[in-house]
């Protein structure tokens, strides 16, 4: 009982940086970026990565984790860190409710990946199990995904999940899901099934 305890004290306080990233809608890479120019991070020519730099350790900002091989790992303190972010870099975390609908149009994009490979029952199905008033913030984070994925395919933006969104979206969803996506600061706005961003 008092290990399982101190294992949950110890996720709830610690974050590898893909944990980090899930709560300000960012890759594992892009907290990294992120630790380095907060001075919180260097690059070890020894050891051949980005390690935590020695006052990081020291403030208490993370933590040596190593693994069970013997790697170097490297854990972070979330809520150190999210002030950190918050005062430095004016990047807010997201709501646990944002980070749930986040992961849910991740799996949403999985599925419409699926799909077009002709696997498109269990798309439709989670579709359906959506609730119909958690589906424009749904929708307003998978196209805020699809549009990172579709910016990163230069060229093929046609055949895109983004563009299948866009598609499959009806107009009369556009101002409840306009509405999420002004609030979770994305530059894209529906309108005429057309995106309106500065891309």
């Known amino acids: 009982m008092v290990k399982q305890k101190s294992k949950q004290k110890f996720s709830s306080t610690w974050a590898t940086q893909t944990q980090l990233g899930e709560h300000f809608s960012m890759t594992a890479k892009e907290i990294g970026q992120k630790l380095i120019e907060l001075g919180l991070r260097i690059y070890d020519e020894e050891q051949r990565q980005h390690v935590p730099t020695p006052q990081a350790l020291a403030d208490g900002l993370c933590t040596y984790t190593p693994l069970k091989n013997g790697k170097p790992f490297y854990m972070w303190h979330k809520a150190k860190i999210s002030k950190l972010m918050q005062e430095k870099t004016q990047v807010k975390p997201l709501s646990d409710k944002d980070i749930e609908y986040r992961e849910m ?18 798309y439709y199905l989670f579709f359906d199990s959506l609730s119909p008033k958690d589906l424009p913030t749904i929708l307003a984070w998978a196209l805020i995904e699809a549009h990172k994925e579709a910016v990163g395919q230069k060229g093929k933006a046609d ?18 899901i306009n509405q999420q996506l002004e609030r979770l600061s994305a530059d894209i706005r529906l309108g005429e099934h057309q995106d309106t961003s500065n891309t």
């Open 105 to 122: 149009a991740l799996s949403l994009l999985e599925l419409d990946k699926d799909a077009e490979g002709g696997f498109d029952k269990a």
């Open 159 to 176: 055949d895109t999940a983004y563009q299948r969104l866009l598609e499959g979206i009806e107009a009369k969803d556009f101002p409840a």
